[in-house]
């Protein structure tokens, strides 16, 4: 039986409630999951354009890292002709 409450003119304050659910990150599942949807084929369509686009990323990337490797010897071939170049300098008209 329910009881019976004297009435009040005042609200009495409840504790606040909160909603939280733990979240837990897992590295070697998200690994796991992201391997698993980029080599998962649903269609034979589907796997020539993924093949297709690893093609062009590992173009890309070779291109990519060619160029930066390019502009880093072209400095130090610079820096050698520099140096050679003082070093005739001093040698032939000093």
Known sequence: ????????LFKANQPKQFNFTPR???????RH????????VKSK?????????NIRASF???RRTEIQRGSFLS????LVL???AVAAYFIFYR
């Open 1 to 8: 039986m329910a009881q019976l409450r004297i009435p009040s």
């Open 24 to 30: 837990y990150y897992d590295a070697d599942k998200e």
């Open 33 to 40: 999951d992201k391997l698993r949807k980029k080599y998962s």
């Open 45 to 53: 369509e589907e796997a020539v354009t993924v093949t297709k686009d």
């Open 60 to 62: 890309d990337a070779h």
């Open 75 to 78: 400095g130090r071939f610079l």
């Open 82 to 84: 520099a140096v050679v």
